[in-house]
């Protein structure tokens, strides 16, 4: 069964970093493209980061370039997603999700088949 859990959520102040996992159970990261996706209360889900492994291609939000980093360990079959220089709106819930692979991933919830169950990133002074 394909499982995708995530975790490192937690409290952040403004300006700290953090580092989230996904961890895929079931399947190889390597072969599918791996999006992180976030949602705030009251708010849609929209759409953070990709990397589409197999194709060498990544793809970021434009209000988290230069501020997030998505990553893998092949051998850990784990997809991260580096958060640096923290801000109030990066607060919510992050989730990962896993697509067929595509030379380029777009980070759109539909392309999307497989999903975690999301980890929390609150922030705060």
């Known amino acids: 069964q394909l499982r995708l859990v995530e975790s490192g959520g937690g409290l952040v102040q403004p300006g700290g970093s953090l580092r989230l996992s996904c961890v895929g159970s079931?399947?190889?990261?390597?072969?599918?493209?791996i999006g992180w996706f976030r949602q705030a209360p009251g708010k849609e889900r929209e759409g953070v980061s990709c990397a589409s492994i197999r194709a060498g291609s990544e793809n970021y939000a434009d209000f988290v370039k230069g501020r997030f980093t998505i990553s893998r360990d092949s051998a850990k079959n784990t997809v991260y997603l580096q958060i640096n220089n923290v801000k109030s709106e990066d607060a919510g819930v992050y989730y990962c999700?896993?697509?067929?692979?595509?030379?380029?991933?777009?980070?759109?919830?539909?392309?999307?088949?497989?999903w975690g169950q999301g980890t929390q990133v609150a922030v705060s002074s």
């Open positions: 079931g399947f190889s990261l390597d072969n599918y493209a």
């Open positions: 999700a896993a697509s067929p692979p595509v030379p380029r991933c777009l980070i759109i919830t539909r392309d999307y088949d497989y």
